[in-house]
């Protein structure tokens, strides 16, 4: 069975390396200014041509609080004013985009991510959507997968029926721990009974799918307190769980600076957070997907997983791999067919060169042959724990063992540590390998030498 996990600490002390995350390859580190917006709008003449179905992301980067963990583009305001001018450039770069695409080009995917989505008012999020539905082939049927991101003190039933109604039909909602000591230390005090009032609103309005995000290493998190963080969780049956590994870089996330790192949990500790969290929602029936991810077992990600047709993007693992993807909004990524873009990270900038009629491009990359062979052997082992070299070899028309027999050695090693099972026909992840799939990963990542390491976070 695919969900099949086994815990073995010596392994994972020894492959527990930082490394990339693995939403897309080459990664966003590779990206570089070369890039702009006339090949952006060469590859959305290709996609046009194409008729390529779309996944759009839509950027909404206010938060009313800040949370210390958090290492997303934001901004922190209690001025809810500040967000008119921004979605008056983000409906600009709406309609400077899907002019260049065909109307026939149905949007199967939609996801508003942040900062807090919700921070903006009924009447802008009716807006906002609106306009995306008069530039782009939005369905109408409630068949496209149509999620946003929820801060449960952000929302109410209110909300949740305005969501409904402008035809969201999935939520993802940000917990992280429930322990009222780990909330202090990072900022963000959320009762249980907050969230619970969002997905019993979520469910009795017919949202198809619930997710949950939790944290582990978070200042004063123990592997007891935090185990009945996940107990209550378990008690709200979420469709989907993201347990994510908190990266302390205090160097790059200024909030981060505001965390006492003595409060930090040990290594050790971590290691049996996570362990534990594992057993609890297995035994509860959840399936690992793998990269932090589980899913019930009718969720779609398991069934895709089940089914060899899981995909990874920059929104994670999905179902709609096969769409170009569209981010509008300061910082979003696109991915459309070989090109990878990113609009700026500064506000300001974004809303400037909007304001002038120009795109937002600010950097990207096209892949070669190269990324586009190792892009299609990572996707498949992070999302199968699986690799058949033939499909490899007549997709690309090369010889798999000739083409990396430099990486043999580290394979074979990986072999005989039992991280995966090597064959001349195959690579299997195996169940104590499957937790360290991103190190399996990294053998085929080109890239990963020239990189600064500190840059990831570590794989557990």
């Known amino acids: 069975m695919l969900d099949a996990i086994r815990w073995d600490t010596d392994l994972i002390r ?11 390859y080459p990664t966003a580190v590779q990206f570089h200014s070369q890039v702009g917006t006339f090949d952006l709008l ?26 210390y963990y958090c290492a997303c583009n934001k901004v922190i305001t209690k001025d809810r004013g500040r967000a008119l001018p921004y979605l008056q450039r983000l409906e600009q770069e709406i309609q400077l985009i899907a002019c260049h695409l065909d109307p026939g080009q149905k949007v199967e995917q939609l996801h508003f991510g942040g900062g807090t989505p919700t921070f903006l008012s009924h009447d802008e999020l009716r807006q906002l959507v ?3 539905r008069q530039h782009f082939n939005l369905l109408d049927d409630d068949s496209g997968d149509y999620g946003i991101e929820i801060d449960p003190r952000e929302a109410d039933w209110s909300t949740m029926g305005l969501l409904r109604e402008l035809g969201f039909n999935r939520v993802s909602i940000g917990l992280q721990d429930l322990d009222p000591a780990v909330q202090r230390a990072v900022n963000r005090l959320q009762s249980l009974e907050e969230t619970r009032a969002v997905i019993e609103a979520a469910r009795t309005l017919q949202f198809r799918s619930i997710n949950i995000d939790l944290i582990y290493g978070l200042p004063k ?8 963080t996940v107990e209550e969780v378990i008690n709200l049956q979420p469709d989907r769980l993201s347990v994510f590994n908190y990266a302390h870089l205090p160097e ?6 505001r965390i006492n790192s003595h409060e930090l949990p040990a290594p050790a500790e971590k290691l049996q957070m996570l362990q534990r969290t594992i057993e609890q929602l297995t035994a509860a029936g959840y399936r690992y997907i793998g990269m932090d991810h589980f899913a019930l077992p009718d969720d779609e990600l398991a069934i895709a997983q089940e089914e060899s047709t899981l995909q990874r993007n920059f929104q994670g693992y999905t179902t709609h791999g096969h769409c170009d993807l569209i981010g509008l909004g300061v910082s979003a990524i696109s991915q459309i067919g ?25 950097r990207g990359l096209v892949c070669n042959q190269d990324d586009r062979i190792r892009r299609a052997v990572i996707q498949q ?18 010889d798999f063992r000739g083409y990396f027999g430099e990486l043999w050695p580290q394979l074979q090693a990986m072999t005989e540590d039992g991280l995966i099972k090597l064959s001349n026909e195959n690579i299997e992840v195996l169940p104590a390998g499957r937790l360290l799939v991103r190190s399996v990963c990294m053998v085929f990542d080109a890239y990963l030498e020239q990189q600064n390491r500190q840059r990831f976070s570590r794989v557990i």
């Open 42 to 67: 060469h590859a959305l003449r290709e996609s046009r041509k194409a008729l390529r179905p779309l996944s759009l992301y839509v950027h909404v980067p206010f938060c009313a609080n800040i949370c």
């Open 338 to 362: 070989d090109l990878y873009c990113q609009n700026s990270s500064d506000l300001t900038q974004y809303q400037n060169l909007l304001g002038g009629a120009q795109l937002a491009t600010s």
């Open 130 to 132: 609106g306009h995306l």
């Open 221 to 228: 998190q123990t592997p007891d307190n935090f185990a009945r």
């Open 381 to 398: 082992l992070i999302c199968n724990f699986s690799l058949d070299f033939e499909a490899i070899e007549q997709q690309f028309n090369i």
């Open 252 to 257: 790059r996330f200024m909030p981060q600076r």
């Open 14 to 24: 020894r492959y527990d390396l930082a490394g990339p995350r693995y939403t897309s």
